[in-house]
């Protein structure tokens, strides 16, 4: 495609998504619950205890837990942040075995969400746990 078209176009959706922003009469096509409107937001500290660390299956499945939930999910590692909704921004943690990692969430769900997905993040072999219902009996 043509890059003028394409900067003509961003240009176009940018200056909508102001006038939207600026006309509060616009109505709003998320409804927020009464508890995501509070802005309390759940944390707990969690050490990881699997072997390989925070790796990419464990995470994954962290990832596609969280997802179900309508919440917002943060996982941080000492001053770095990342969306616990994301398998490639949790693998930018590299968080190995022994590392705390502390877990946010703030939502409608967040008081069910924080007790599922610290217990995932604190679960020893997740990925072990997963494969031994896989695995060939006999």
Known sequence: MNERFLDARV??????AEAVARDSSFPLLVQQSPDAMSGETLRRKVIVKDPQGFHMRPLTVFA???????CNVTVAKE?????GKSPLELMLLAAEQGTELELEVSGQDAQQAIDE????????GLEEADNSSLSPKG
């Open 64 to 70: 596609q837990r969280a997802g179900q939930f309508l």
């Open 11 to 16: 240009g176009e959706t940018a200056r909508a």
């Open 117 to 124: 997905l610290a217990e995932l993040l604190a679960a020893p």
């Open 79 to 83: 001053s770095q942040r990342v969306n």
